[in-house]
C-alpha cells in the first residue's frame, strides 16, 4: 500500500483479556518497527523485524508481549493478560531496511485501552 | 549506549514569532544519523529531516531550519515566522551505527497561539 497501516485504530479491553493489533507495512520495506507511545511520553521501541532474520525482541517490556511477522510482510503484536499499564498508542513503522539511516514511515497507531 | 535529550517539554509562543526547539544527544558511533519528526494531533508522525554525522551544513526548509553541531551534540530546530499549524509534537531521534532503531527523545509539545 500507500503507507503503513495499522488496526484496529481503538481498542478497548478488559484487564486481563488478550489483544492483537495489526500491522500492514509498505510494500517491499523488509525492515519493520514497533514502538510503545504511552501517555505523555516519548517513543518507547519494543520489537524489530529485518526480513527473514530473528527479530530484536530486547525493547519488549514483558514475556506476555510477543510479535511474529509473516512472509516477512505483516505484523501481529500480541499482548496477553493485559494490564491497565499496557494502555498506549502503539506505533508500527517501516523502512527500507535497518541501515543507512533510511527513513522509517509510521502508521496511524492503535490506540490501546485496558479498563 | 544512544540518548536524546528534549529538554523543552512544552513550548508556547505567538503567532508569527520564531521558535527553535532544542535537541541533544549521546552516542558512542562515529557513523550516526538524526531525525526530526512531526506529530500533529492526529497523531501520525510525520519525517521532517534527516541528517547523516558527516554532514554539517544547515538546512532550511521554508520556514523551517536545523542546526547541527558536532562539537554541542545538538541538532536544533527553528520555526520562523510561526503558524497556528505548526502545532504539535516535535521529536528527535537517532539511529547509531549498529542500533536497529530509533531512539526518540520525549518530545516537544509546540503551541502556537493566534
Known amino acids: 500500500g500507500a503507507g503503513v497501516s495499522q488496526s484496529p485504530s481503538n481498542k478497548v479491553t478488559e484487564k486481563g483479556k488478550d489483544v492483537e493489533l495489526r500491522c500492514d507495512p509498505i510494500?517491499?520495506?523488509?525492515?519493520l518497527y514497533w514502538y510503545r507511545q504511552s501517555l505523555g511520553q516519548g517513543l518507547e521501541f519494543l520489537i524489530y523485524f529485518q526480513g527473514n532474520s530473528a527479530p530484536d525482541k530486547s525493547g519488549l517490556p514483558s514475556d506476555r508481549f510477543s510479535a511474529e511477522r509473516t512472509g516477512g510482510s505483516v505484523s501481529t503484536l500480541t499482548i496477553q493478560r493485559t494490564q491497565q499499564e499496557d494502555s498506549a498508542v502503539y506505533l508500527c513503522a517501516s523502512s527500507l531496511a535497518s541501515t543507512s539511516g533510511n527513513v522509517l514511515t509510521f502508521g496511524a497507531g492503535s490506540r490501546l485501552t485496558v479498563l | 549506549a544512544q540518548k536524546v535529550t528534549q529538554a523543552q517539554t512544552e513550548i508556547s509562543v505567538v503567532e508569527k514569532e520564531d521558535v527553535t526547539l532544542d535537541c541533544v544527544y549521546e552516542t558512542r558511533d562515529t557513523t550516526y544519523y538524526l531525525f526530526w519528526y512531526k506529530q500533529p494531533p492526529s497523531g501520525e508522525l510525520v519525517f521532517l529531516i534527516r541528517?547523516?554525522?558527516?554532514?554539517?551544513q544547515n538546512e532550511i526548509s521554508g520556514r523551517y531550519s536545523w542546526n547541527f553541531q558536532k562539537s554541542t551534540s545538538s541538532f536544533n530546530f527553528t520555526i520562523t515566522a510561526s503558524q497556528v499549524v505548526d502545532s504539535a509534537v516535535y521529536f528527535c531521534a537517532l539511529l547509531g551505527g549498529g542500533a536497529d532503531g530509533l531512539t526518540f527523545g520525549k518530545g516537544t509539545h509546540l503551541i502556537i497561539q493566534p
Open positions: 541528517r547523516n554525522s558527516f554532514d554539517e
Open positions: 510494500s517491499g520495506h523488509t525492515a
